[in-house]
């Protein structure tokens, strides 16, 4: 079975300061990982993906993620953060082979304050 | 259209009444999924078809709900007798391929919000 846990339902940055949204999985096979991010009254997009490639993945906006599987993580970054990054972000984990489906973490709302 | 298309975006249904929720995947997308999403909650998956064959139901939380996809595009879920656990937002998504295939991208419609009183 596969699960993720995303500590931190709320987060709140100042503008400019570094984001870091954590997420931790548990799979028993090799994880693909996702963030995807859910902009108010619109649907989730992909931020960015691990597919078992570069451990360190670039996404949109200026997000990058780093997969360390020693520590079953794959946490969310941006350097300087931006009013317009103010959104619900979800981590998700899949194997993409067997059930054709993303387990998602609970989510964690991003707030960015002037 | 360009996305996913869901409707109606909001649903106010009284305790036992039947609800239809629609989702018009991209066209072409040969994949599509139903996820449940409760307040405060991460998406949960309710199924899953591959064109019109529904492999994967796993997820639905009981018998009175039930999803179609009778020509492999436009879906269909349906609750039946609704109860107040049933409140929650109902996302589509759909996929070019299997997952496997597009990496695991998926499409998401911006979800039909339902109320059960």
């Known amino acids: 079975a596969q699960s993720v846990t995303q500590l931190g339902s709320h987060v709140s940055v100042s503008e400019g300061a570094l984001v870091l949204l954590r997420c931790n999985y548990s799979s028993s096979v090799p994880p693909y990982l996702f963030w995807y991010v859910q902009y108010p009254n619109q649907g989730l997009q992909l931020l960015l993906k691990?597919?078992?490639?570069?451990?360190l993945v670039k996404g949109i906006n200026g997000f990058e993620a780093e997969f360390k599987k020693s520590e079953t993580s794959f946490h969310l970054t941006k350097p300087s953060a931006h009013m317009s990054d103010a959104a619900e972000y979800f981590c998700?984990?899949?194997?993409?082979?067997?059930?054709?489906?993303?387990?998602f973490g609970q989510g964690t709302r991003l707030t960015i304050n002037p | 259209g360009a996305g996913v298309s869901q409707s109606p975006r909001y649903k106010v249904a009284k305790r036992g009444q039947d609800v239809a929720l629609r989702c018009d995947p991209i066209?072409?997308?040969?994949?599509l999924f139903w996820y449940q999403q409760a307040l405060g909650q991460g998406p949960e998956f309710l199924t899953y078809?591959?064109?019109?064959?529904?492999?994967?139901k796993s997820g639905l939380p009981s018998d009175r709900f039930f999803a179609e996809r009778p020509e492999g595009s436009v879906s269909t879920l349906k609750i039946q007798r609704t109860q107040q656990e049933d409140s929650a937002v109902y996302l589509c998504a759909s996929s070019l391929e299997w997952l496997a295939q597009t990496g695991g991208e998926l499409f998401f419609g911006e979800g039909s919000r339902l109320t059960v009183l």
């Open positions: 691990y597919t078992s490639a570069a451990t």
């Open positions: 998700a984990v899949s194997d993409l082979q067997g059930a054709q489906k993303l387990v």
């Open positions: 066209s072409g997308h040969v994949s």
């Open positions: 078809f591959q064109n019109e064959a529904q492999l994967d």
